[in-house]
């Protein structure tokens, strides 16, 4: 059993916009081996890249605010409270429309997997 913080983790942030992340749950850091995934905020404006991953699933809990999630270029409505599963190869992001910050937790099973980015230039 670990406790781990997110204020003890580093926080790695977005080259394009004000984006960032919380990658706590790794092994080195929780040391599980078969989920991982990270605590990502969108301050307003902020938007991701579209993007799909191989080789794992991915599972969304929004925790604060709300957003636009685009799955194969559908926009969808979400907000806290909202669990929000992906499949492997359904092209992917999200867009903060909103005044308020807008954070989700992010998981990704198995571990191990690729990203293909639509415009790699833009992750």
């Not at 669990?83 to 429309?97: A, M």
Request: net charge negative; aromatic share 12%.
């Amino acid at each position: 059993m670990k406790i781990v913080n997110t204020l003890d983790v580093p926080r790695l942030y977005s080259q394009r916009d004000g984006r960032f992340r919380y990658e706590a749950v790794k092994e080195d850091v929780l040391g599980l081996k078969n989920i991982c995934g990270e605590i990502v905020v969108y301050p307003p404006g902020a938007s991701g890249a579209s993007h799909q991953h191989v080789g794992t699933e991915h599972l969304f809990y929004i925790t604060e605010g709300r957003g636009t999630m685009y799955v194969n270029d559908e926009p969808h409505e979400v907000k806290a409270g909202d669990f929000i599963s992906v499949l492997e190869g359904e092209r992917h992001w999200f867009k903060n429309h909103t005044p308020e910050t807008f954070a989700f937790l992010e998981l990704f099973a198995p571990t191990k997997y690729k990203t293909l980015w639509d415009q790699p230039d833009l992750k």
